[in-house]
Every structure is written in C-alpha cells, then in structure tokens.
C-alpha cells in the first residue's frame, strides 16, 4: 500500500501576505485611533474626564500606584488598550462585511 504525503493547503486557510497585511492595518488602526486622543480635542476631554473618575482613582489604589509617572504610564496603557481593541473591532467587522459580500 502506498501513501502519499503530499500536502496541499486548503482553501480555508489564511496566505501570509493576508496575515501581514491584516496586522499592518490593525497596527495603522491602533496608531490612527490613538493618535486622535492627541489631536481631535473632543476625545482628549473624554479621556481626561475617564482618568479623571472615581472608578479609574481606584484602580490606582489597587495598583499600588502613587506617582504621577505612574499615572500617566497607567493612562496610557488605558488609551493604547482601548484603541487596539477598537482597531480591532473594526478589522474584525469590515473583514465580515468583506466575507459577506463575497458569498
């Protein structure tokens, strides 16, 4: 009996150039949405107004965070979490709109 093993990719998966290009715009997204916290003055007051909360106060409490270094490193890892989850939101929907329209 003989066997082949021969592998052949199927058509479900994904190329390494997709994969690239997916993380490159994912990248420019996160870099895009967190660049808007600088210049679109609106959502610099919305995140000033989030830091400045009683719910985010107590986070540094439970981190053990007193410096003013500190704050700041923990607001941005704030900011940089939220527009990565968001780029990836919309990664993720106009990949399904894309998906959608094919079929």
Not at 23 to 31: A, F, N, P
Not at 39 to 48: A, E, L, Q, R, S
Not at 60 to 76: A, K
């Amino acid at each position: 009996m003989k066997t082949t093993s021969s592998i052949t990719p199927s058509s479900s998966e994904v190329s390494i150039r997709t994969t690239l290009l997916r993380t490159v715009s994912l990248v420019l997204l996160t870099i895009v949405f967190a660049a808007s916290v600088r210049f679109i003055k609106p959502i610099g007051h919305i995140v000033t107004w989030v830091a400045g909360t009683e719910a985010w106060q107590s986070l540094y409490r439970v981190l053990g965070i007193e410096s003013g270094l500190g704050r700041e490193q923990l607001i941005l890892t704030g900011i940089m979490v939220v527009c990565f989850a968001l780029a990836l939101v919309v990664q993720t929907g106009v990949l399904f709109a894309l998906e959608m329209r094919r079929r």
